[in-house]
C-alpha cells in the first residue's frame, strides 16, 4: 500500500480500510484531499458503486457496512428515512 494514503488518511472521516478502497478505486489526487461535503457525497456514491457492482470479497467494507446497519438499526434509523430525507 502506498504511503501516501496511510500518511494521509487521519484526514478521512471513514475508517482507514475504507479510506484504503475508495483510494484504489479513485486515486490520490481525489481522495488525499480535504473532506468537504461534495467529497463525502462522493465517497458514499463510490461507496454504493463498489457494493452494487464491484468485487464481493471485500470483507473490510462489508464489515463497515454491517457496523453502520447495526449502529443504525440501535438508533432506530431505518434506511428508508435516510434515503427520503434527501
Known sequence: M???VDNNASLSPLPLPIHRILFQLRGEE???A???????KQAVDDLAFIVQ???????D??????FLKLI?????IHLTQVTTSR
Not at 53 to 59: E, F, I, K, V, Y
Not at 72 to 76: C, L, S
Open 30 to 32: 481525489i481522495y488525499n
Open 61 to 66: 467494507l462489508y464489515h463497515y457496512l454491517g
Open 53 to 59: 457492482r464491484g468485487p464481493r470479497h471485500l470483507p
Open 2 to 4: 502506498c504511503n501516501v
Open 34 to 40: 480535504a473532506w468537504t461535503e461534495e467529497l463525502i
Open 72 to 76: 443504525w438499526a440501535k438508533m432506530g
